[in-house]
């Protein structure tokens, strides 16, 4: 179990987890973590085997438990461990929904879990979408009665929604809940969306496992993983009970743990604000963040910070390391100040000691990795104007084809227009027909992600020859982990990393950008980064990699903290107009995008008022006054 095999204190009885009011433990990645959740389970399915009893198991669906069952999948099939002795119960089902359908949870289970180890058939438990209205309050009352002839549940499994829901438990769903329908918050469906193709297509009810359920399980674990867990998490484990929140309601269970990865962990104050709570080591880094910070609470300017906002907020010892405030506030100002440039690829002849970038060599081979294909004109546009502009050999690879993120009606138009030039083609034709007579669990066929894939192809092509790129600078590299017609991708496979690495060893980049926003909605981010990740372990020992730097990008959900950013590159009010209409070429994307996220706004809106908060910040740190700014962090391999 967690709890035995890892060093913790108990939530809320030592002075760096006051706040906290529910254990937790936070882990480097999700991964990581995912393994040791997979080792409790395994652990508990094995003692319970000894003892000749059934090992009871809530389960849950969604991203943030496939790793575990990934993990317990191998332990089966490399280790021997048998699932006999096991019952599970699922948390919740969409309602209706037909458990054929590729969105159902019974589905997911089957393909993440059920069909790769020896469960008994009838001893899987998932609610059933099907079931008639006039006995869904029957069949909710028997799946609670079900669990209980079992003793109850050994061990719940559970993610956590943006809402704070656990299972479908939304927002006022009651503590002493059982099994029920409810109908699902509008955020939970904004979530769902990109899986349904839509939020038009994702069910508006479902049926769930209970707050008292959920409670009523020995052993608890919530998976956390993602900065868009953040916040709720925070609320979750440092606020009050309730019903608003409903997984604060696991505050009073006495056999919890939070497993969360560094970014859900980030809004925590012992995480955000440790000077907060205990003694600290001051790194450089920890100093310009409480600076910031600081700044930011007391609505003040840098150099107007004074030694009593220091001692009133936990930062005594700071000062005492520092000198005074004078002192401190002039010295994270020139930390700021030196992440300003104009010159991203490094500026000609001047002296760069207290430049982001060095000046040398003069023009530099720059490769921009775009996950899809408009990522590079989205969150970094401006610079990469200003890249090309000076004279740097700029190159951008387009990891994915983005495919799936055209809708049915834009591919059939293209489609139709093809047909209507030339009406002999019967490549047009059958996907005319597909298109037209296409059902839900309907995957694209070869044809039309084909189509779907030049759409987005013809856009980047325009959106870069507008920014003055020529055509043989543009690269596709159509990573096959994401070439499954579907929302849900491969795993990053050799092949990936193989084409990462070519790219690299060809153009042997003085600089690569990259997108480091691990909080896409749909994942390809994080994989596209961790093949890049991958291909610098493999290339690093080159010696034209010693002159290789990295900076990473956020998109167009989340942008860098303050003090995170080593390379601020302004832009003009003209600059911004360039970049808005960059982004215009992207017209598929443009009306109604496939996956919003939880923001209505247009890519282009949401990205132009990041990058004006983002000036905004620096301004109202005492810095100078910009139209925008985009941000970069350098990442060290």
């Given at each position: ?15 760096e ?7 937790n433990?936070?882990f ?9 959740v ?5 652990n508990?399915?094995l ?8 090992c009871v ?25 048998s699932?006999?002795?096991v ?13 054929d359908?590729?969105q159902s ?10 069909n790769?180890i020896?469960?008994?058939?009838e ?7 099907k ?26 499994l559970?993610?956590?929604g ?8 939304e927002?006022?769903s ?23 193709l839509?939020?038009?297509n ?6 769930t496992m ?11 674990v919530?998976?956390?993983?993602g ?15 309730s019903s ?16 969360l ?29 409480a ?5 930011e ?31 401190l506030?002039?010295k994270?100002?020139n ?7 104009g010159?991203?690829g490094?500026?000609?002849n ?15 081979r720059?490769?921009?990795?775009s ?8 969150s970094m546009g401006?610079?990469?104007?200003r ?20 809708s049915?009606?834009?591919a059939?138009?293209f489609?139709?227009i093809?047909m ?13 027909n597909?298109l ?10 070869i ?26 600078n ?15 991708k491969?795993?990053l ?16 980049p ?17 994989v ?8 610098l ?68 809106v ?32």
């Open positions: 179990m967690i709890k035995e095999g890892i060093h913790f204190k108990e939530a809320g009885k030592f002075e987890t006051r706040f906290e009011k529910i254990h433990v936070i480097n990645s999700s991964q990581e973590a995912s393994v040791l997979a080792q409790e389970i395994a508990l399915i003692r319970k085997s000894e003892l000749n009893e059934l198991l809530g389960l849950a669906t969604g991203s943030s438990p496939i790793k575990v069952y990934e993990e317990l999948v191998r332990m089966h099939k490399e280790e021997d461990l699932f006999k002795n019952v599970t119960f699922n948390l919740d089902e969409y309602y209706p929904m037909d458990k359908n590729i949870y019974f589905h997911f289970m089957h393909e993440h879990l059920f790769h020896d469960i008994l058939p001893n899987i438990n998932v609610p059933d979408g079931v008639s209205s006039e006995d869904l309050q029957q069949y909710c009352i028997d799946y609670e009665m079900k669990i209980k002839s079992y003793g109850g549940l050994d061990f719940q559970l993610g956590i943006r809402t704070g829901h656990i299972g479908f438990n927002p006022g009651h503590i002493n809940s059982g099994t029920r329908s409810i109908t699902l918050d509008h955020v939970t469906r904004i979530d769902a969306a990109p899986a349904f839509g939020i038009e994702v069910p508006r009810k479902a049926i209970g707050i008292g359920t959920i409670r009523n399980a020995k052993r608890i919530l998976l956390g993983w900065v868009s867990k953040a916040g709720i998490i925070r609320q979750t484990i440092e606020g009050e009970i608003h929140v409903p997984a604060t309601y696991l505050q009073d269970h006495n056999n919890t743990t939070f497993v990865d560094s970014e859900a962990s980030s809004e925590l104050t012992r995480v955000k604000t440790p000077w907060l709570v205990k003694s600290c080591v001051w790194t450089e880094e920890l100093k310009l963040k600076v910031v910070w600081l700044s609470l007391m609505g003040k300017p840098f150099l107007k910070l004074t030694d009593k906002d220091y001692n009133d907020n936990g930062m005594s010892s700071l000062l005492t390391e520092e000198g005074t405030a004078y002192d506030n002039i994270m100002f930390k700021m100040q030196h992440t300003i440039t010159w991203p490094g500026k000609p001047s002296d760069d000691s207290h430049r982001p970038e060095r000046s040398t060599p003069t023009k530099k720059v490769i921009i990795f996950p899809h294909p408009d990522d590079d004109v989205i401006g610079t990469f104007d890249l090309v502009e000076q004279g740097h050999e700029v190159h951008v690879a387009y990891q994915t084809s983005g495919n799936i993120a055209v049915n009606e834009e059939l138009k489609a139709e093809s209507a030039l030339n009406k002999n083609s019967s490549e047009a034709a059958n996907i005319i597909f037209k007579n296409k059902s839900e669990n309907d995957i694209d066929s044809e039309v992600r084909k189509l779907k894939g030049l759409i987005r192809r013809s856009e980047s092509l325009a959106a870069t020859r507008y920014l003055g790129l020529k055509d043989s543009v690269h596709f590299l159509d990573l096959p982990f994401y070439e499954t017609g579907t929302i849900k491969n795993n496979s050799e092949a990936d990393v193989d084409i990462m690495c070519d790219i690299i060893e060809t153009i042997k003085h600089q690569i950008y990259a997108a480091g926003d691990l909080a896409d909605p749909h994942g390809t981010h994080k596209c980064l961790d093949s890049l990740f991958e291909a372990k493999r290339l690093k020992r080159n010696d034209y990699m010693n002159d290789c730097w990295v900076w990473l990008y956020r998109g167009a959900w989340h942008e860098w903290d303050s003090y995170q950013i080593e390379m601020a590159v302004p832009m003009s009010p003209d600059q911004v107009l360039k970049k808005r209409h960059a982004i215009f070429y992207h017209q598929s994307q443009k009306d109604g995008v496939m996956f919003q996220g939880d923001d209505s706004r247009e890519f282009w949401r990205v132009e008022d990041r990058n004006r908060l983002t000036a905004k910040k620096y301004n109202d740190l005492g810095l100078a006054e910009y139209a925008a700014i985009e941000a970069f962090k350098r990442y060290y391999f």
